[in-house]
């Protein structure tokens, strides 16, 4: 059983279990609100499934791509989370989550996944299938690009939302099969805006 | 009940800071800072300091519990900066403090940072003798990067009262980009400080901002620093132009004169005005040897209490946010719950919020 958190997107917060499925899930999907609704959705997953702290085997955390204020208060709050309560973290790439839940869905074949990357650009991943453990086999990206510089290939789906339950069920697939990523590094996809501009003249 | 044990996280501009207090006593301060980073930028740019925050919590938090040997179960409450700073910067604290509490069942505080500041002067280290503790009133003089204010604190946790600050750059940012001017690094604050030395502060005479007639009928207390700036860049760009050497010694000197000058002078203003014998300082820009000399001088003339907080506790720190958790959770005060966000605008007469 565990906790999974993504705010790539809106805030989603879930918990599941490998064999029971999902236990409880919350999202709000107000893409600016993320630091607000954060420990409500958690606490209320935790009362709603019946979960002990303690009887969590780890934390997941989207690690996106998605835009990077709210993306850092879900990987801050299950980093916190997992130190206090003494689990593990699991970082999974948020767009795989859309992913499986297609394939689980019933969906096959090739699969662009695509989520606003704000300034006119999409964050996209390119899929084939589920491979033999049940974890969708991302063939290219995450990246960003302008729309029409997004490659084509099967179904597309535009995703608004990243589902907690599905990271939750694939970071339990993956720690399952030994694959689950230690790596936190968040999927900022862009370097931090910074302009150096010279001392500026005061007189003409 | 025995003081409360509190974990406070500060992330509102470019250090994260995680602090432990047991009522007054310190037991922990981890400090990391990102500002070796933004020195390229000649000032903190928002999003790698937001970047930096998130790497660099969790091994804070860890730091902290270490050092104080304590473990998250063993704590009272958890208290996090919810505000004034850098948006971005603060929600990572926010989540971080939010995780924490849930998964820990403590009571979360969201705590204002500037009073904060003022809370850092309860704290002393384990074994050190305690502090004497804020005699109320007091005015305090926060000076920093981000921010220039000056309060009257009758009471820490119920009432403050803003009596100025600054109308367009904080302080800190002044030293900032005057070093720039001068072609020193970042930050500035340690650089004018050296470049000072040796140099006649009564060279220049730089303009001191809102200390005119007319400005203090609306200004009193009220702090301006841009106008000084682009005085300094006016005058030595008039002598690079001239083909004259600039003498950094004698601007930085004069530069650094203004600017402990007009806060020294408001702050004792205020402490006249509302018949308060006691003033405190915080903020980083109290490292300035100037400033705290200053300080010291017009303190004694006018037979004002001077109180500076170590130098540790007066940059932007997770204690401080403690100190203040520590004092709410002493006063009964209700936690905050788990539904507040990053404030970059807080008001200081919100102390915590809900
Ligand atoms: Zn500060």
């Known amino acids: 059983m565990l906790l999974a958190i993504d705010s790539s997107a809106g805030t989603s917060v879930a918990v599941v279990d490998r064999d029971y499925g999902v236990l409880a899930s919350r999202s709000v999907l107000d893409p600016l609100r993320h630091a607000e609704v954060i420990g409500e959705l958690l606490a209320e997953v935790l009362a709603e499934s019946g979960a002990d702290v303690s009887a969590l085997s780890a934390v997941a955390v989207g690690l996106g791509p998605g835009p990077f204020t709210g993306l850092r208060v879900g990987i801050a709050a299950g980093r916190a989370f997992a130190l206090a309560a003494g689990k593990p973290v699991v970082g999974v790439v948020s767009h795989d989550a859309i992913a499986l839940a297609h394939y689980a869905g ?4 090739e699969l662009l996944v695509t989520t606003d990357a704000r300034r006119r650009e999409l964050y996209w991943s390119h899929y084939a299938g589920l491979d033999e453990l049940g974890v969708p086999r991302r063939v290219a990206g995450p990246a960003v690009a302008k729309p029409d510089a997004v490659p ?6 535009d995703a608004t939302e990243v589902p907690a339950e599905s990271l939750g069920l694939l970071a339990e697939r993956l720690r399952a099969s030994g694959r689950a990523s230690t790596g936190l590094e968040p999927l900022y996809l862009r370097s931090p805006d910074v302009t150096l501009a010279a001392p500026k003249r005061v007189t003409g | 009940m025995s003081a409360p044990l509190v974990l406070g996280i500060e992330t509102s501009c470019d250090e994260t800071g995680v602090g432990i207090v047991r009522g007054r006593e310190l037991l922990a301060n981890i400090i990391s800072s990102s500002m070796a980073e933004h020195a390229r930028f000649g000032g903190v740019v928002p999003e790698v300091a937001a970047r930096a925050h998130l790497e660099a919590l969790e091994p804070a938090l860890r730091a902290a519990l270490d050092t104080a040997g304590v473990a998250v179960a063993d704590l009272d409450a958890i208290a996090v900066t919810a505000g004034p700073g850098l948006a971005g910067a603060l929600m990572v604290g926010v989540g971080a403090a939010k995780g924490l509490a849930v998964a820990s069942g403590k009571p979360l505080y969201g705590v204002n940072h500037l009073i904060g ?5 309860l704290l002393r280290p384990t074994g050190e003798p305690p502090s004497p503790g804020l005699d109320e009133p007091t005015v305090a003089l926060l000076v920093s990067g981000g921010h220039t204010s000056l309060l009257l604190v009758r009471d820490l946790i119920d009432d403050v009262e803003l009596l100025g600050e600054t109308i367009d750059d904080a302080a800190g940012e002044a030293f900032d980009k005057v070093a720039r001017i001068l072609g020193l690094p970042y930050p500035g604050g340690p650089e004018i400080d050296r470049a000072a030395r040796g140099g006649d502060p009564t060279a220049i005479r730089f303009p001191r901002g809102l200390t005119q007639h007319r400005d203090l009928e609306r200004h009193r207390y009220d702090f301006s620093f841009s106008g000084l700036k682009t005085s300094v860049a006016r ?6 132009d001239a083909g004259e050497p600039v003498p950094v010694a004698d601007v930085a000197a004069s530069f650094r004169e ?9 702050a004792v203003a205020a402490c006249l005005d509302t018949g308060t014998s006691r003033l405190l300082l915080g903020g980083g820009v109290v490292a300035n040897a100037r400033v705290r000399a200053l300080a010291e001088e017009r303190c004694a003339a006018a037979g004002i209490a001077l109180r500076i907080p170590p130098l540790s506790l007066c940059t932007d720190n997770g204690a401080m946010i403690a100190s203040v958790g520590a004092r709410l959770v002493a006063a009964g005060h209700p936690p905050s719950g788990l539904a507040f966000g990053a404030d970059s605008t ?3 007469t919100h102390v915590q919020v809900v």
């Open chain 1, 106 to 109: 019933g969906g096959w074949g």
């Open chain 1, 152 to 157: 084509a290939g099967g179904r597309r789906i």
């Open chain 2, 117 to 121: 500041h003022v809370g850092a002067d």
């Open chain 2, 235 to 240: 005058w030595v760009e008039k002598r690079a």
């Open chain 2, 258 to 266: 203004a600017v402990a000058d007009v806060l020294l002078s408001k």
């Open chain 2, 346 to 348: 807080l008001p200081v």
